[in-house]
Structure formats: C-alpha cells, structure tokens
C-alpha cells in the first residue's frame, strides 16, 4: 500500500472526472473511514464512543455545471452514473448519499448545477463508514465550491442529518463525528450527548488489524431500526429520555424488564463504562486493560445487544487464538468487520492465520 492512499486517491478520481466529464475539476476533497475501537450502539443512546479515523477513505472531484438544478455523479468503483435533480427525494440508490449532503450544504443555488466523481478505498458494508465518509467528502467539496467554511463538528450535524432526514438512517452522530473532527493516528473519545471529544493516545508497542469477515451489511435492511426501537422501548419502559441516563447502579432495575428489551438496555449500560474505562487506559498506556474491554465489549455485542454473526464470533476468537490480545465486531453489526489489538511483532503474523483459517476474510488496515 502507498505511503499515502489518500494522494492516490485524489490523483485517481482526479483523472476520473477528466475522463468521464471531458474537463478538469473545480475542487477535490478526500474524507477517511473509521474504525470504532469501542462504544458500539450508544451514539443514539446518548452515549460515549471511542472511533479512530483511518487512513482509507472516500475522495470526490466535482465541478459546478451542467443542466441547472441537477446533479450528475459518477463511481470511479462502480463505473456508474447518476442524473439526479437537486429536488428529489432519496431513492435507495449509492448516489442519495452525494445528493443529500448537496442538498444540505451551506451555500447550494437553487440554479446551481453539479458534476462529481467519487473513488474509495472503502468497502461498503464493512462497517467503516463508508456512507459518512462520502457526506463529510462531498460537504468539504460543497464548501470548496461554493466559497463556505462549515466547522468541523456542525459538518458533523449536516452529514447526520443526511443519514437521519434523507437517507432514513436512524444513527447517531458517531461516525460523521468521527470522519469531519477525528485526526488520523489517534482516537477520539465523544460523549455524543453534549458533542464534547478529546483526543486519545493510541498504545505504544501495538497496533490495530482491521479484518473485514466478507458478510457484508446494509443497515438500512431494518436490523439496525429495530435496535433503535427496541432501545426506545427500554426507556419508556423505565422512564428515562436515553439508555445513557443510567449507570451500573441502574442494573438491577435493567435486569427487570422483558427479554429482549433488558439485554438491549445492559449492553447500552456496560458499554458507556467500558468506553470510559478504555480511555482511561489507553491515556495510561494499559494495551492489556484495554484489550480485556475489547473482548467484553464484543461478548456483550454478541449475547445482549444480538449484532453479531456466528462468522463474526469465529473471526474474533481465531484472532484471539491466533496472538492477539483483544479482538471485537466493530461497526453496527449484522456483518461488516473486526478490529483486533496486536502487539507489533504479531501483526502480520495474526494476519496470515485469519487469512488462512477463514478463506473470505481480508485484512484491510493496520495502525
């Protein structure tokens, strides 16, 4: 891999515009993936996460005009395009992620017309953001174009407004969050009731394998909904605004409630300390501490919170088995990828057992 995907990228999609439009493009903007080292499904809980922004990632080379009031784009990756009206509603299309965040971006005439290529090193379903990557991309390209300068953390609300108003995603504002503000080689703890974040050093001595399982996701199929509802239906239950607004002391009273909604509501619970205590460590520079969250954070994914595949839960173990020392599902679930924490002299290692043991597994990213 190049010492800087990110360049490449933007050299690729650069020439892709020429290529597809006949004319170089106005502005190129690139916005990375991230992976979630911990805090799963407590973004719309109210709840802390602890994501990290990798060095992969979607750019976009775009340009204003063609036919007033539309959007032409075009997928360097699929090798597709779509002429969409400004005005038009989603249609469950890839492109409904470009038109939406157009459509929410400072500055757009209602005269304007747009072209754009995308090119991403992302893939979809694997649980890295690939859908917030490209509306953080094609709101820094909307700025560049049309002469706004959007702060990061409100670039961070219009990409979620996308997913929650247009789109019809029902998430929390981690990933955009993580994507618009994060910095490469670092995480980002968020409480993502208040938007407060701080950097987190990432341990000394380890690093982070990102490993796609091959089962891909689509989060808008309705397992990811029916979380959310099911999440809305343990508050009322228990009288509180978010799952966020408890604590461990809150247990027993959790413990209560119907199945599913009492394993739904623990895990939202368990996961907020585990998010905090995880960044406590790594501020320390406790790899082991932390790797033991990991492996708990993935148990109760899998048991209480029901995300995981029995594909998924074999990829964490062989990791675990194979030398490293803490390996969760990461991402919303249903599918998608694993990170796992290795010391650095096992990373290629644990690698190549994953690769080896489980056929449809690709390693995708290392810190």
Known sequence: ????????????????????????????????????????????????????????????????????GSLRVASANFDSEALRDLSERANDTWSDYVLGSFRNAPGLGAGDGLTAMVASNLPMGAGLSSSAAIEVCTLRIADILFGTDTDPVEMA???????????????GIMDQFAVSVGAVGEALFLDTRTLRHEPVPLPHGHSFLVVHSGATHKLTDGGYATRVAECQAACAALGVAVLSDLSLNDLDRIAALPDPLDRRARHIVTENDRVQRGAAALQAGDAAAFADLMVSSHRSQSADYAVSLTEIDQLVEGALTGGAIGARLTGGGFGGSIVALIADDKVTEVADVLTAEFPRARVLAAT
């Open 1 to 68: 891999m190049s010492d800087d995907p990110a360049g490449d990228l933007l050299s690729q999609v650069s020439a892709a515009y020429v290529a597809h439009f006949g004319m170089p493009a106005d502005a190129t903007a690139f916005a990375p993936g991230r992976v979630n080292l911990l805090g799963e499904h407590t973004d719309y809980n109210g709840g802390f996460v602890l994501p990290m922004p990798l060095r992969l990632g979607t750019a976009m080379a775009a340009g204003r005009g063609g036919p007033s």
């Open 157 to 171: 609300r219009l990409a979620r407004r996308v997913e929650n108003e247009f789109v019809g995603m029902p998430c």
